[in-house]
Structures are given as structure tokens and as C-alpha cells.
């Protein structure tokens, strides 16, 4: 029997209620935002159910949106990956701009552990219970989180490089 | 704190401290990497060793880290292609062909059949140069050279066609939004022909050199071995998944390209160990050649790209005496496309596994957020695990036979 998207959907409503909201498609993957609070416990009936059952975590990132309200300014989106009825989902869990933080989910799932660091180094969102919670590809000593958007790509400073002709001005991406 | 926030030294120095006190046995740390010829890139792991058996590692990644993330986010979808070549750089095409579906996705573009077949055809020749590679060198680190020079004439052969394609050898920047730059030459097809029919003869020596051979039998079969549970759970995708018995391949799972209108199978091992990745890889290497054959006979006719004059530069001629021309000369080169708002992903199965783009687009010239799915960074976490309580030797034949490409582990 396959698993459609209606299903998935009806499953959470009924389990969860208002801590999964804003259900939509994206280019045939159901998308959904979750409380922050609660990721860690939703994702885990994810995996356990036996009808949903997203046995596999294909990728975990961060995302930045600077112009959201206070507390969703940023975004941890999971894609699971249901194998036996070849689904994915993506699930977005918003958090706030002050103490970004969210649950790791390497207890579930062993391939979160690098990619939350990941996540972790370019963004400065915290996963509680994480077991090795510290940068991995910059290096430990760096202060800022480079993918967050008001971090300059390049020193503003250089004179040497003037491009502005062809579009690269700051702020006008 | 937790002794795993430490640098490995320190916590490993802890270590060595204790079971000095406790039994009087020195263990040592052991630096292996980042430049080491064993481990073919740039990481490094500190291992600490008991004699030969490693009883810790600590894997440090991030030497060639580029932040391509950051770069993709202030440059045009054109100019993000160069970045996807360096990502997995012994199959650059297939991230390129990656790259631009998933543009092609988002932006909604319909391709015609004759480029997916196209696009087949390349993708699998790189996947075939990805496994030459894999494989030889796992013959490498058993002490076989020979077989890794042979075959290595045939991935030059791969890179001779990639250069008549679109010009370039290893960072290949293969292809436009829509298609391909240019109609195929007739050499590439020549040199495609030459290929299919000289290169069996010499894989299959190859495999009888290495795959009975008392030797390297010996030191792969249980070497390195990653039980199904477990390469599911660290996210394993690729050869190394289904040697480990699993049958994904987004190839089949997710077909995109029309993966669907050829016949292959999806050969599948079972321990999981050196010995089957090795032999996975090999025969992949026979369907991917049986793919491109399909591919060549059942090749429809039709363009080499998609009509999309908003996306695909116009021919030059054109420019200088064609106003809409010369219009949509000016908007593409000036990163000018009209983009809808947008999420997507989109995976290609890559040379070691689901390579994912995750793209969310806000409507202007460049993507607001470009993810890049690594099938490395996210398997090459389990590699401690695997080789805890191994021996060195294991550890490096272990390393070479998960086809980790550093280029691709640091994005």
C-alpha cells in the first residue's frame, strides 16, 4: 500500500494538532513546520511509526531568514526519507533569533550527529543533547557563524577588487 | 564538559595517562593525515593506537572547506555550476547534471528526451571513472600498482571524451540550464565507441587480476565491515550502502533523466565489508556500461537543448544581428533571470551515493539558500566506529574502499 501525502498528513493532525502546522507541497514533497520544542519527539514518531515509518534522514541544514519575526528567525529543515514506500517529507522547525536551539536528533539517527555540528558551525543553532556539540569544518578558535546572512562573504574593506559593474555590491542579493 | 568537546590530543592524552597508571601500557597517538598518501585528500585522523590496534580516532575535516554555501548564496545559478565540479571532482558531471536539474526543477523547464539521453550517457562514463578509481587504488593500498596504472589509461580515455564534449578534463562545467553547450562532435561519439568496445576487455582483467586473488581477498573480506542497520543509520547512501545489502538507488528509487526507459540491475553485496564495496563498484561498472549502450541505441532525435531563450544563451552569431538576441544575451549575462519562488530538492545518485541539492530561491538573481547533500561528509562519521579495534592496515584499506573524496567531505 502506498503512502500519500493525505495520510501523512491526517496522521499528524491527529497526533499532534497544532505543533505541526502549515502543511504544503513543494515540488511533490509535503512540507511542514513543527514547534521547536516538540522536534525531537515528532521526528521520533516519525520513525517509529509503523505506517509512517521515515526510516532514513537524508539531510539536515540551517537556514537564516533575517526578516522573519524575532522568533523564527531561524530555521533547522530535516528531510526524512520513507524507503520501503519511497516518500520524503521535509520538516522545518523555526527558532529564535536570541538562544537558537532545538533537540538533536543522533539518538534516532546516527548521520545527524555531523551534520548538526554542520548546521551548528555555520549558523550557531544549538542542539541540546548532542554528544560532541562544537564546530567541524571552520575552525574551533572562530567567533561569528559565517552562513548567517549578515556576514559578509568578502572583506568590505578591499579596494583592490571593484565589481561593482557586474552586480556584486553589498546588499543587493 | 563532556571529554569530547577536547581536542582529540588532549582527550587522548587523558587516556594515555590512565592505562599508563592502571597497567603500565604506553599507547600512542597517531596522526594520520592531512596530507598522507593513504588517505587521497586532505582530512586527518588522530588515531590512538595500542600497537597496531586503533582503540580511538577522531576524525578532523574542514582542510579544503571552500564555503561554497556562502559563494552560492551571492552568485548567479550559471556561475554556481563551477562550484557543484568541485564537489565529488572524480565525477564532476554528474554534479553538474545534478546542478541543473535542479534549476531546471525549480524553474520548471520540460527537457527533451535526446538531452536526458545525453545526459545519461555522460553521467554514467563519470560514475565508470569514479570506480576506476575507487577500485584501483583500493588495489593500491593492498600493494597491487599495476592494476591501478592500467585502468588508469582508461579513465584518461573518459576524461579525452568529457574534453571533446564540452572542453574541459576534471572540473568539467558541463552543460547549461537546458542542455548542453554544443551538438556532441563526431569524435566524442567515436571516442565513446572506442571506449565501450576496448574497455571491457581490460575491466574484466582487472577484476580477475584482483577479485580471486588470495591476497587482497585476505586482507578486504571482513575488513571494515558496516552491518545494514548501521549504514542505514549513519545515513550510508551509494556503493557503500548496498554492499551493505540495502537495494536504494535514487536511480531507481527517484528516477529522473528517464532512468526508467533503461534496463539495469542494481547489484547489491552482503557483509558490507571492503571486499564487497570493492565488488559493488565493479559490477556497476558493467551496468553503467550496458546504460550508456541503451543509450546510444535508443537515442531519439531532437536539440541539444531545451527551447528556453530566457535560460539558454543565445549562439553568438545571433547576438550581434538579433535584437531578442542580443536581450537575452544581456539578461542572462548579467544574472538577470526571472526566478519563481521556490524549495526544492533534488538528488542524483553521484559516484558514492544520493548527491541532494537543496535550493530555496526568493525570487532573485541568486538562490537564497543552496544546501548541498555530501554522500561523504555524511557516511565518512561512521568511519571511527567501523575501525575501532582494527588494525592500522584495515583502517587505511577501510578509508579507500568508502571512496571518500575530500573535496566533496568540506563543500
Redesign the interface.
Known sequence: MSLDNQTIQKKLVDTFGLDIIEFHE??D?L?FEINSKKNHEIIKFLKEDKDLNF?????V?G??FPDYEKNRQFAV?Y?LHN?YK?V?I?IKCFTSTDNPNVDSVVDL???A???ER?TYD?YGIKFNNH????R?????EMESF??RKE?P?EDQGRTDKDDRF???IPNN? | MSDLLLTPENRFQKQIEERLKKDGVELSVLNLGPTHPATHGIFQNILLMDGETILDGEGTVGYIHRAFEKIAENRPFYQINVLTDRLNYCSSPINNTGWWMTVEKALGIEIPKRVQYLRVIIMELARIADHIICSSVMGVDTGALTGFLYVMQYREKIYEIYEEICGARLTTNMGRIGGFEREWSETAWRKIDEFLNEFPGVWSEFENMLSRNRIFMDRTIGAGAVPAEMAMSYGFTGPNLRAAGIDYDVRVAQPYCSYEDFDFDVPVGQNGDCYDRFCVRNAEVWESMKIIRQAIAKMPEGPYHADVPEYYLPPKEDVYQNMEALIYHFKIVMGEIPVPNTEVYHAVEGGNGELGFYLITNGSRVPYRLHFRRPCFIYYQAFNEIVKGRSLSDAIITLSSMNVIAGELDC
Open positions: 513543494s515540488h514533497i512540507t526510516n532514513f534522514l537524508t539531510d541544514c537556514v537564516h529543515v528531510h524507503w519511497n520524503r521535509r539517527y546516527k548521520s550527529n555531523w551534520q554542520e555555520f554528544p560532541q556539540m562544537k567541524i569544518l571552520n575552525m574551533d559565517p552562513l556576514f562573504m557586474f552586480g556584486r542579493c
